[in-house]
């Protein structure tokens, strides 16, 4: 059994046994969460309700048809495997983590669901010799295929959706997946935890040439780490965040320029206006991070700008009350 970070098996690793049981497990908590959309959309767009119950009540029967493949090959004893005991798998949203819940939020959120689905039974269906399970994922690659056409179709009017919007859409999405997130969060990384060890640096040593050796050397290493980090937990083929390659060198490189931002002005000979020019760099990074998330993660620009502000404005305090001790 080969293990990864955090104790997940590799997709690859996994038996058909363990394959059928963790599409169960997947299956069951789709219904779920069907469910729990259907009962926040049910006063205000009971059509759209509807249709989320109807695919709720098609995942327990895609569900009932996997433990009847299982019991058929396997027996009665299912092998407790959720998705995430597997890396690279998928995650789901808990209703209460999308609230208010609106159509074009579950809508987005459903669409996703289906097509990582459809994704994961056309893999497992590659990975499977039996050729009755092998025809099962088949097909219910191709129902997850059509669960995907009907929740993009969803919206508060049940207007259609043409072609080109949905392409254009798709584009974005992928977008977002193989170079917003990761190369956000090698951002967010660069840009708060080399504040400390620079300004300690800076306010230790009163040397700027010192300091920018350290803001390198933080910046570069920690780009470095966040690449091959960011490549090696995730090869993309489960959660379709894309290529590895790309989303390493999206993270390493933002980790890099996260912290060089604040490290360059330190090549600056006078100490004072250096730290003058690195902090207005800070400030600048960090209402950065805060709009890139409200814009593209469709995260509260206020929350965005409390959480990495408040965060930054701390770490940054921490490096120079322990530089200056």
């Known amino acids: 059994m080969r293990l990864f970070s955090g104790g997940r098996r590799d997709f690859d690793s996994l038996s058909e046994q363990e394959i059928l049981a963790l599409a169960i497990s997947s299956e069951e ?85 289906e097509r990582q689905a459809e994704r994961f039974y056309l893999a497992a269906a590659a990975r499977t010799t039996d050729a009755s399970t092998r025809k099962l994922l088949g097909q219910l690659a191709e129902a997850e295929a059509g669960h995907e056409k009907m929740a993009s179709e969803l919206n508060a009017e049940h207007e259609a959706t043409d072609a080109a919007t949905i392409e254009k859409q798709t584009e974005r999405r992928q977008f977002i997946l193989t170079y917003v997130q990761p190369g956000l969060a090698g951002l967010m990384d660069g840009s708060v935890s080399t504040l400390a060890p620079i300004f300690a640096a800076a306010f230790a040593t009163g040397d700027t040439w010192q300091t920018f050796l350290v803001g390198l050397s933080a910046s570069v290493g920690a780009g470095i780490s966040m690449g091959f980090t960011e490549a090696a937990h995730d090869d993309g083929k489960l959660s379709g965040r ?11 490189i933002m980790t890099a320029i996260g912290g060089l931002g604040h490290a360059l002005p330190y090549l600056i000979p006078d100490f004072w206006t250096a730290t003058a020019v690195a902090s207005v760099v800070v400030f600048i990074e960090l209402w950065a991070i805060a709009y890139i998330q409200n814009r593209f993660m469709e995260t509260p620009f206020l929350r965005a700008a409390f959480q990495v502000v408040l965060g930054g404005a701390l770490v940054f305090a921490a490096g120079v009350l322990i530089g200056s001790a």
């Open 29 to 113: 908590d789709d219904g779920r969460i069907y469910r729990a959309y259907a009962d926040g959309l049910r006063n205000d767009f009971p059509d759209s309700a509807k249709i989320f119950e109807e695919m709720a009540e098609e995942e327990g029967r895609h569900r009932d048809s996997l433990i009847d493949m299982h019991r058929q090959r396997f027996g009665d004893t299912i092998p407790l495997i959720r998705r995430e005991h597997v890396r690279g798998f998928y995650d789901r949203k808990p209703d209460w983590l999308v609230k208010p819940l609106g159509v074009e939020k579950v809508r987005a959120q459903a669409e996703e669901m």
């Open 242 to 252: 894309g290529s590895p390659l790309k989303r390493g060198l999206a993270s390493g």
